[in-house]
Structures are given as C-alpha cells and as structure tokens.
Nanobody, 117 residues
Framework: QVQLVESGGGLVQAGGSLRLSCAAS????????MGWYRQAPGKQRELVAT???????NYADSVKGRFTISRDNAENTVYLQMLSLKFEDTAVYYC???????????WGQGTQVTVSS
C-alpha cells in the first residue's frame, strides 16, 4: 500500500508560480510512474505530467514549457514547478502513482491551486 501527501497549493495571480510537492510512503518499486493530474470544476480529471524512475517525462500540451516535473527517488517525492500560471490552470491537483502492467493507481488527497486573473 502507498500513501501520497501533497503540499504547496494556494492562491496566486496570473503569471505567478507555485511548486507542488508529493511525498510517498510505503513500498515503492522502480517501475512506478509518478505524476500529477488535475481536475477543474465541472471537468474530468486530466493528466498534467508524469515521470519515471529514470527521469523520462511526459507533459500535457497545455503545460509544456511552463511546468516542470521532477522526482527524488531517494526521498520518494515528486515535484511540480509551475511557472507563468494562467487562470485556466485553476484546479485541484492530484499526485498519482501508476504501478505495474495493469496500471493500478494510487492517489493523493489533492491540493487546490487557484490562479486569479
């Protein structure tokens, strides 16, 4: 079992920046993919970015060039540096671990990011 705890959300003006952190506790595997998803009011949860243990990354087109995902494998922590935030980035951001061939998902409780225009 894995538990994920996010931190770093908040209120920021458009053009500002925030850094999200997510610490995982429990057994971790080298094949675990860590990532961030977000869900805005009235919308489905969507991928923001993912990162493998080896550092391979994947980003949603909407955040490329503005967001950077990173990972500290020794600390089982994943980060999301968000720059040039836009009003449309407002959402609850969820930390995620995807595990195994079946892609079992583990989720954090979510952290609110609000960007004022």
């Amino acid at each position: 079992q894995v538990q994920l705890v996010e931190s770093g959300g908040g209120l920021v003006q458009a053009g500002g920046s925030l850094r999200l952190s997510c610490a995982a506790s429990g057994i971790m595997y080298s094949s675990d993919v860590m990532g961030w998803y977000r869900q805005a009011p009235g919308k489905q949860r969507e991928l923001v970015a993912t990162i493998t243990t080896g550092g391979s990354t994947n980003y949603a087109d909407s955040v490329k060039g503005r967001f950077t995902i990173s990972r500290d494998n020794a600390e089982n922590t994943v980060y999301l540096q968000m720059l040039s935030l836009k009003f449309e980035d407002t959402a609850v951001y969820y930390c995620n671990i995807k595990r195994g061939l079946a892609g079992k998902n583990y989720w954090g409780q979510g952290t609110q990011v609000t960007v004022s225009s």
